[in-house]
């Protein structure tokens, strides 16, 4: 195992053919697309009442996944970003259930509960939408970590308008709302112009708000490649079927036998708006740090799955971390 110590459900997709940049990768590779703003000020554009009105992003739905889904490459030597706080946390966070498949509010405290938050953006066909996503520790502390499938939508267009809140809760932006500068993924996602969810992570690079960046603003969770399958799982996320997407939730429990050509599953029932929310093997109820190995992608009536990050990941945070 390397360690790394750093400063400072819908997949399918019948496209107008492969959005810009993908078709120019060979062989496969990261990909990076700059995040468009159609209004002059992105961070204003989403005010309280706009944030809540987004539509949830639905977690894909497996009744779309085909036998062309692309299975990530084998793991590697197994690479660990450890995580950073960035200010002093004396709360310790209060145990959590070991298994609670029906969703409960993440009350507990902890760094989590500031690098957790909402991804908005707008559809290409103009439609505000809502996903989660998580800071993580990096060289420039700008990642955010979410899924592909909040970067592009049905036709293959790119989102719009992204910006992240961390710690976001019912409309309000206690750190800020830190706007996208570049989306990053994987190229083998998006494939003769279906989208592939074993590949199904993307990496939000964000500017900075009052001269920080988001890592000096509320710190980073660790990051981890190349793991192997752990057996006991924290998945966190906003979805619409829990307090209404207002708060950040959480499901825990045992791994269940994954399908779909994903790595990771867990019973659990967090719906829209989930998608891209953290997921941790191991974690510190301590100080709520832990390596986020995963997230959200895929859901059906009683499972949720994640895409493994091995090799293909790796290379998508670090082009992200160099950007």
């Known amino acids: 195992m390397r360690i790394l110590a750093i400063a400072g459900f819908t997949v399918l997709v019948f496209g107008l053919g492969a959005p810009a940049g993908l078709a120019a990768v060979e062989p496969e590779g990261p ?51 450890p ?22 509010t993440w009350k507990l405290g902890g760094l989590i509960a500031k690098t957790a938050g909402k991804v908005f953006g707008t559809g290409g066909g103009g439609t505000d939408f809502v996903a989660s996503g998580n800071v993580v ?18 036709q293959g267009r790119w989102s719009k308008n992204l910006v992240f809140v961390p710690a976001y809760k019912d409309g309000a932006a206690p ?44 710190g980073g969770q660790g990051i981890r490649f190349n793991a192997t399958a752990g057996t006991s799982n924290l998945l966190l996320g906003y979805p619409s079927n829990g307090n209404g997407g207002r708060t950040l939730q959480f499901c825990s429990g045992a791994s269940v036998t994954p399908k779909y050509d994903m790595k990771h599953a867990m019973l659990c029932d967090m719906g829209g708006g989930s998608s891209g929310g953290p997921w941790f ?35 998508t945070y670090q082009a992200a971390e160099a950007a």
């Open 137 to 154: 520790n990096s060289a420039d502390g700008d990642v955010v970590v979410t899924v592909a499938h909040a970067f592009m939508d049905e």
């Open 175 to 218: 750190y800020g709302k830190f706007a996208a500068r570049t989306m990053f993924m994987w190229s083998g996602y998006y494939k003769d112009s279906l989208r592939h969810p074993p590949l199904d992570f993307g990496m939000l690079v964000v500017n900075p708000v009052k001269g920080k960046t988001i890592l000096q603003t509320v």
């Open 83 to 104: 995580p950073t706080v960035r200010t002093q946390n004396n709360r310790w966070v209060a145990p959590y259930p070991a298994s609670a498949a029906e969703q409960q």
């Open 281 to 315: 093997q191991g974690f510190n109820r301590f100080n709520g740090t832990g390596y986020q190995v995963s997230a959200h992608a895929l859901r059906n009536t009683t499972t949720s799955y994640g895409a493994f990050f091995g090799p293909e990941a790796l290379k």
């Open 31 to 81: 990909i990076s697309h700059d995040a468009p703003r159609t209004f002059a000020a992105t961070t204003g554009y989403w005010t309280p009442e706009r944030m809540r009105a987004a539509r949830p992003l639905a977690a894909s739905g497996p009744a779309v996944v085909t036998s062309k889904s692309v299975v990530p490459k084998a793991a590697a030597e197994q690479v660990d970003v």
